[in-house]
């Protein structure tokens, strides 16, 4: 029974470590949104970090238009970068996590 909380122990430890590099990677992975016109071009990170805003001289002479289209690029450029660290942190998690009986949370 001890030698079975060890391994666990280690198999934890191990996913920690998964986890943690995972999350540098995504800091390298970069996504990219622009708007439908492409007026206003988003670069960030995966883990959700503005890395470059590209801005239409067309869009600074209106000031209300530029915020709306703000919003909406950023929204939709932190959203991809969501979807991305979800997907890729739930694979680490669901690779680290043991197989223990009545535990099936990745199922």
């Known amino acids: 029974m001890f030698g079975d909380m060890m391994g666990l122990m280690g198999k934890l430890q191990e996913a920690k470590a998964k986890a943690e590099a995972t999350k540098e ?4 992975v970069l996504v ?5 016109d492409g007026l206003l071009k988003i670069t960030a990170t995966a883990n959700g970090r503005i890395k470059e805003i590209e801005v239409s001289e067309n869009l600074l002479q209106d000031k209300e238009q530029l915020e709306d289209y703000l919003i909406l690029t950023l929204n939709k450029a ?16 669901k690779e680290g996590i043991p197989n223990i009986p009545g535990m099936d949370l990745f199922k």
């Open 32 to 36: 990219d949104e622009q708007s439908n």
């Open 25 to 28: 990677r995504l800091k390298t």
């Open 78 to 93: 932190l959203e991809k970068a969501q979807n991305i660290h979800d997907t890729e942190m739930g694979a680490v998690a």
